[in-house]
Nanobody, 123 residues
Framework: QLHLVESGGGSVQPGGSLRLSCTAS????????WGWFRQAPGKEHEGVAS?????RITYADSVKGRFTISNNKNTLSLQMNSLKLEDTAMYYC???????????????????WGQGTQVTVSS
């Protein structure tokens, strides 16, 4: 089992920055696909970024150049710069030990999820 806990959400104005963290505990020695996903009210889950156990990174087109995903030991991070109104959502970290990573793997195929942290961008 893997336990994930997010932190770092909050409210910012457009153009601002936030850094999300996801601390993992439990079976952290396995090779995982790690990812950040988000869900805005009334919308489906959306992939934001993923990083695999070899360090390969993929970003959603909507966040390229603004967000940076990183993985250091048992902490997954998401640095979010130049935030936009449309980035407002609940953000979740997720991990899965099997197969491909997002976007090849759908969000619902990830086995382990954090509780989520709210990011609100408003003027």
């Amino acid at each position: 089992q893997l336990h994930l806990v997010e932190s770092g959400g909050g409210s910012v104005q457009p153009g601002g920055s936030l850094r999300l963290s996801c601390t993992a505990s439990g079976y952290t020695d396995w090779r995982y696909c790690w990812g950040w996903f988000r869900q805005a009210p009334g919308k489906e889950h959306e992939g934001v970024a993923s990083i695999d156990s070899d360090g390969r990174i993929t970003y959603a087109d909507s966040v390229k150049g603004r967000f940076t995903i990183s993985n250091n030991k048992n902490t997954l991070s998401l640095q979010m710069n130049s935030l936009k109104l449309e980035d407002t959502a609940m953000y979740y970290c997720a991990a899965d030990p099997l197969g491909a990573c997002w976007p090849q793997k759908h969000w619902y195929a990830y086995n382990y999820w954090g509780q989520g942290t709210q990011v609100t961008v408003s003027s």
